[in-house]
């Protein structure tokens, strides 16, 4: 089946560095990925949709400059967190979807900002 | 706007005894209803996807079904190995594909 690969799967930063989550789909291409973010006993929140060769599409509250997305290949899609603060700290998780309604996620990356 | 109420929080079963979860959910049209198994910090892991009210779909000790309102997964004499969270997502239709997840049923199973 589909495979989504996610690196790091946990990382610590200090406040004020960026951080670069990268989600790969590794037996398959994804001309779309998505990035979610999920505080503690919260719902899974799409922050943006990556399109592969072109602009992201940011979901509305989710700051563009802060988190940076790039897609530029079929299989790799990376978010960065910039000027990363405390309140930044959660589990970040990439989808990708191989045939049509099916989304296959990574195993996630808890970061932590200190 | 699109929400998805899972209920309940958390429940906690001994091995064997069977039970359901809920999502209910509201949307202004559905393409697609999802549930998810997420084990602690870890990604989701697919399960099902339901389209259509009387739609019913089974794996392993697992069936879930949906109507037009909410959708259920039914646990038939659970295992411990079955303890996660449990999510459901809704997709509207639209041209996003967006997923809109409740916040799960953490399910407990004891031997």
């Known amino acids: 089946g589909a495979v989504v690969s996610q690196h790091p799967s946990r990382v610590i930063c200090k406040s004020g560095t960026s951080v670069k989550i990268e989600c790969r789909s590794l037996?398959?291409?994804?001309?779309?990925m998505f990035w979610y973010r999920q505080f503690p006993k919260q719902s899974l929140m799409l922050m943006a949709t990556s399109n592969e060769g072109s602009k992201a599409t940011y979901e509305q509250g989710v700051e563009k400059d802060k988190f940076l997305i790039n897609h530029a290949s079929l299989t790799l899609s990376t978010l960065t967190v910039t000027s990363a603060h405390p309140e930044d700290s959660s589990f970040y998780i990439c989808?990708?979807?191989?045939?049509?309604?099916?989304?296959?996620f990574g195993s996630g990356t808890r970061l932590t900002v200190v | 706007e699109d929400q998805v109420t899972q209920s309940p929080e958390a429940l906690r079963l001994q091995e064997g005894e069977s039970s359901s979860l809920n999502c209910s959910y509201t949307v202004s049209g559905l393409r697609g209803l999802f549930w998810y198994r997420q084990d602690p910090g870890k990604g989701p892991e697919f399960l099902f996807t339901l389209y259509s009210a009387g739609e019913e779909k089974e794996k392993e000790r697992l069936k879930a079904t949906l109507t037009k309102k909410e959708s259920f997964l039914h646990i038939t004499a659970p295992k411990p190995e079955d303890s996660a969270t449990y999510l459901c997502a809704v997709q509207p239709k639209g041209g996003s594909e967006k997923l809109v997840f409740g916040k799960g049923t953490k399910l407990t199973v004891n031997p």
């Open positions: 989808s990708a979807s191989q045939e049509l309604w099916v989304y296959t």
């Open positions: 037996d398959f291409q994804a001309t779309t």
